[in-house]
């Protein structure tokens, strides 16, 4: 876990480097699978893609995305994956605690929640949210260049570390977003199991 401080000290440490011209101007280059290839089956949940709009897309600043809702049975998740190769030029992650809310979405409760996947364990953001009489549970985490983060501000302070350090700033956001039909917690608990389904597949897709 990264406290305060650390992430304090990080992000003075990343601001000098840049400052003093450590980091090169050239992006190191890591490969990697088009997010189109992921599976459109993951344990039994059969997914269906959604294109966003253009002017969606154009907002988002994305080099690559995915987004899909993903159906076992009458249980829905929507799967949203955005990738950027480079966070240099001003395209960065959007965090859904800002787009959300801007599209109507109200936030009900909020933890950090840990799910055991591919023999890791993970710290990812658990949102409830609700817009009139509709509820969603959202969860969510950042991830690339080796790291799985919940913690928008860390995530924000190691980024300009390993911009200095691997010269990398590639990196994406994984959102799973699924409707309350019968419960809050069967659907938290649906939504979970997707997601720990979904990261074994991650790494080729988010290096």
Request: with cysteine; charged share 20%; aromatic share 8%.
């Amino acid at each position: 876990m990264i406290g305060r401080a650390a992430i304090a000290i990080a992000i003075l440490l990343g601001a000098s480097l840049v400052s003093s011209r450590a980091i090169r101007a050239d992006e190191a280059q890591v490969p990697r699978e088009p997010l189109a290839t992921l599976p459109s089956t993951i344990d039994g949940w059969q997914g269906r893609s959604a294109p966003l709009a253009d002017d969606v897309l154009a907002q988002l600043g994305v080099d690559d995305y995915v987004n899909r809702t993903y159906v076992k049975g009458s249980a829905p998740i929507g799967l949203y994956i955005g990738y950027y190769a480079s966070q240099r030029q001003g395209d960065t992650i959007h965090s859904p605690q800002n787009c959300l809310p801007g599209a109507g979405w109200h936030p009900v409760s909020s933890r950090i929640r840990e799910l055991s996947a591919g023999g890791r364990t993970l710290r990812v953001n658990e949102y409830v949210i609700e817009k009139g009489t509709s509820r969603q549970v959202a969860l969510y985490w950042y991830q690339g260049r080796g790291r799985v983060i919940a913690n928008e501000y860390a995530n924000k302070a190691l980024l300009m570390l390993d911009a200095a350090t691997l010269h990398r700033t590639n990196g994406g956001l994984v959102r799973v977003l699924a409707p309350v039909t019968v419960s809050t917690e069967e659907t938290t608990k649906d939504a979970a199991t997707f997601a720990t389904a979904l990261f074994p597949f991650l790494d080729r897709y988010l290096p």
